[in-house]
């Protein structure tokens, strides 16, 4: 076993993943820096390796939107501390991804020392926000429900919520999961009824909201 740290850097700028390398490379212990440059690779390191310390994640990579990456990713390893990276800093992304379960947030305007400092305080158990900003309250009621109901999902049931989205059928997610179609038409049934939807599609176009301005635009 490795002694350090194990950190995921998922980026689809590799001038931008690189200077995220070399902040964290001033943290003490680190061991090991994987890379993705898509959400595709994110999502196979994240479920290759159990023993990942954090994660930082952009969130306009390719084959994600906005904040559903965050979702999918959390249900498929709940455990990883994930923080956000992005260059929409703005007080509602950073409220939002907060309260869908990121450990931290760090703009992409952040100076190294302030990534480090976030890094640290998200290892050390508690979550980091840029400083000074208000995050205030959700004034959209409808994405404030969804975030309640989303928050209400079991970490399976996220994972099979952000499979649908990838446009998975019942026995491609079966197989994906290795458990029985009956149980994933059980978890469908469950993440559907949660959500306040009658189908798999009205479950997709939900969570894209979620996704959707000012968070679905290239940073």
């Not at 740290?5 to 090991?32: C, E, M, N, W």
């Not at 595709?40 to 559903?68: F, R, V, W, Y």
């Not at 959209?140 to 999902?153: A, N, V, W």
């Amino acid at each position: 076993m490795p002694s350090g740290y194990k950190f995921v850097i998922a980026d689809d700028h590799p001038l931008f993943r690189g200077a995220l390398k070399q902040a964290l490379s001033g943290v003490a212990d680190v061991a090991t820096i994987l890379e993705a440059g898509d959400f595709e690779a994110t999502k196979a390191i994240i479920a290759a390796n159990e023993d990942i310390d954090l994660l930082l994640l952009d969130l306009s990579m390719p084959g994600a939107s906005g904040l559903s990456g965050l979702i999918s990713l959390r249900g498929i390893h709940a455990a990883v501390p994930m923080v956000v990276v992005s260059a929409h800093d703005d007080p509602e992304t950073i409220r939002r991804a907060l309260e869908l379960g990121a450990s931290g947030f760090i703009s992409k305007s952040a100076s190294m020392d302030d990534i480090r400092k976030a890094v640290q305080t998200v290892l050390s158990g508690d979550i980091s926000a840029p400083v000074g900003i208000d995050l205030g309250v959700e004034r959209d009621p409808e994405i404030s429900d969804l975030i309640k109901r989303l928050q209400s999902l079991t970490p399976q049931q996220t994972r099979v919520l952000g499979m649908l989205a990838e446009g998975l059928l019942n026995k491609q997610i079966a197989y994906e999961l290795s458990v029985s179609e009956a149980t994933i038409k059980a978890h469908v049934s469950a993440v559907l009824q949660k959500l306040g939807v009658d189908s798999r599609t009205q479950a997709v176009i939900l969570l894209s909201k979620i996704g959707s301005d000012p968070l679905s635009t290239p940073n």
